[in-house]
């Protein structure tokens, strides 16, 4: 089993900058990558930024792309998500993922995003 938790959602203007964390415990050794997803109430949750374990190959989607960053510190078992350039459309609740060998993916509890304008 992993645990995830995560932190540093908040309330934050147009154009401003946060940084999540999500601190993964327990049988680490089992995670193949990690992701961040985010879901709005009535809407399906969202791909939003995904980093290889090992290689730190990272992928996002077009609406993030050059304004969020996926980073891992293999030491802390800790992924982060460096998100500039805010928009209100960003506001979300964020969810950490973690895929694990011969397991199902694991989630964390969300924090939320919210960027007003």
């Known amino acids: 089993q992993v645990q995830l938790v995560e932190s540093g959602g908040g309330l934050v203007q147009a154009g401003a900058s946060l940084r999540l964390s999500c601190a993964a415990s327990?049988?680490?050794?089992?995670?193949?990558?990690m992701g961040w997803f985010r879901q709005t109430p009535g809407k399906e949750r969202e791909f939003v930024a995904t980093i290889t374990w090992k290689s730190g190959s990272t992928n996002y989607p077009d609406s993030v792309k050059g304004r969020f960053t996926i980073s891992r510190d293999n030491a802390k078992n800790t992924v982060y998500l460096q998100m500039n350039s805010l928009k209100p459309e960003d506001t979300a609740a964020y969810y950490c993922?973690?895929?694990?060998?011969?397991?199902?993916?694991?989630w964390g509890q969300g924090t939320q995003v919210t960027v007003s304008s």
């Open positions: 993922k973690a895929s694990v060998r011969g397991s199902i993916d694991h």
């Open positions: 327990g049988r680490t050794d089992s995670i193949f990558a």
